[in-house]
């Protein structure tokens, strides 16, 4: 059994930053690649970040290219998403999760997930 926590969620005005963390339990971690999704109030949840086993490679949806940053630390067993300029619209619940599939930015390619946590932006 995987489980993932999510943390480092809050409050922040426009153009602040937060960083997310999530750690994950067990030993396979390493192995397996990450992503995070987020949703909005009425809205399904969408595809943020990616990142590869090794992480050496990562993907991002286009509304936060140049903006966010995902890493990740194996030995940690913990992956982390750095949101930077942020945007009233940014405002979600930001989910992370163990991919297994071949589509970064698909729902379906993820089968853990964390419980979440909260990002207000506010303007």
């Known amino acids: 059994q995987v489980q993932l926590a999510e943390s480092g969620g809050g409050l922040v005005q426009a153009g602040g930053s937060l960083r997310l963390s999530c750690a994950a339990s067990g030993r396979t971690f390493s192995a397996y690649a990450m992503g995070w999704f987020r949703q909005a109030p009425g809205k399904e949840r969408e595809f943020v970040a990616a990142i590869s086993w090794r992480g050496s490679s990562t993907y991002y949806a286009d509304s936060v290219k140049g903006r966010f940053t995902i890493s990740r630390d194996n030995a940690k067993n913990t992956v982390y998403l750095q949101m930077n300029s942020l945007k009233p619209e940014d405002t979600a619940v930001y989910y992370c999760?163990?991919?297994?599939?071949?589509?970064?930015?698909?729902?379906?390619?993820?089968?853990?997930w964390g419980q979440g946590t909260q990002v207000t932006v506010s303007s």
């Open positions: 999760a163990r991919r297994v599939g071949s589509n970064s930015n698909s729902i379906t390619s993820y089968d853990y």
